[in-house]
T-cell receptor, first 110, second 114 residues
Framework: QKEVEQNSGPLSVPEGAIASLNCTYSDRGSQSFFWYRQYSGKSPELIMSIYSNGDKEDGRFTAQLNKASQYVSLLIRDSQPSDSATYLCAVYSGTYKYIFGTGTRLKVLA | ETGVTQTPRHLVMGMTNKKSLKCEQHLGHNAMYWYKQSAKKPLELMFVYSLEERVENNSVPSRFSPECPNSSHLFLHLHTLQPEDSALYLC?????????????FGAGSRLTVL
């Protein structure tokens, strides 16, 4: 059974701090990795995608991938109350299979 | 209209009713998906269609019946549902998988089965 594991949280950080969200996956053959943000009652929206080892930065967001350790992370710098949401890690394992974690709930405290 | 549109946004139905969820994508994608999202569970893939052909049926009960008349439209027909089927049903689309292709979700249909 291919799995994606995330700590459910909540992860509470003060406004302006760095939030660090982590994800591990079981399928070594996974090709692509995604972070989605989901506000309560809304659908997931893509925040970051990453395909090769290392860091990828987009504004306040940085995704980090380590395929050897089967580990993906998302850093949010200068966290804002509007970043409070559930963050879903997703892994593409081939043949139309996008495997999702249960999500980490982030609370940014004003 | 842009993106992925789902209707209805909310649906309440009895266990003996028949209803349908509709999804339309305006992104020129070739693959469409139905996911189920229940509280404290990961998104569960239900069905995938690529170029109107079903390519994945993830052991979903027969009371859920998908239909994909063309690459822009996807339906989920519901009949004789159970209360445990109450969930958020998400439609998504993508280009055919090539590793780098991102899923784009619709706003979801919140289903309550009484």
């Amino acid at each position: 059974q291919k799995e994606v594991e995330q700590n459910s949280g909540p992860l509470s950080v003060p406004e302006g701090a760095i939030a660090s969200l982590n994800c591990t996956y079981s399928d070594r053959g996974s090709q692509s990795f995604f972070w989605y943000r989901q506000y309560s009652g809304k659908s997931p929206e893509l925040i970051m995608s990453i395909y090769s080892n290392g860091d990828k930065e987009d504004g306040r967001f940085t995704a980090q991938l380590n395929k050897a350790s089967q580990y993906v992370s998302l850093l949010i710098r200068d966290s804002q109350p509007s970043d409070s949401a559930t963050y879903l890690c997703a892994v593409y394992s081939g043949t139309y299979k996008y495997i999702f974690g249960t999500g980490t709930r982030l609370k940014v405290l004003a | 209209e842009t993106g992925v549109t789902q209707t209805p946004r909310h649906l309440v139905m009895g266990m003996t009713n028949k209803k349908s969820l509709k999804c339309e994508q305006h992104l020129g994608h070739n693959a469409m998906y139905w996911y189920k999202q229940s509280a404290k569970k990961p998104l569960e893939l239900m069905f995938v269609y690529s170029l109107e052909e079903r390519v994945e049926n993830n052991s979903v009960p027969s009371r859920f019946s998908p239909e994909c008349p063309n690459s822009s439209h996807l339906f989920l027909h519901l009949h004789t549902l159970q209360p445990e089927d109450s969930a958020l049903y998400l439609c998504a689309s993508s280009h055919p998988p090539g590793g780098a292709n991102v899923l784009t979700f619709g706003a979801g249909s919140r289903l309550t089965v009484l």
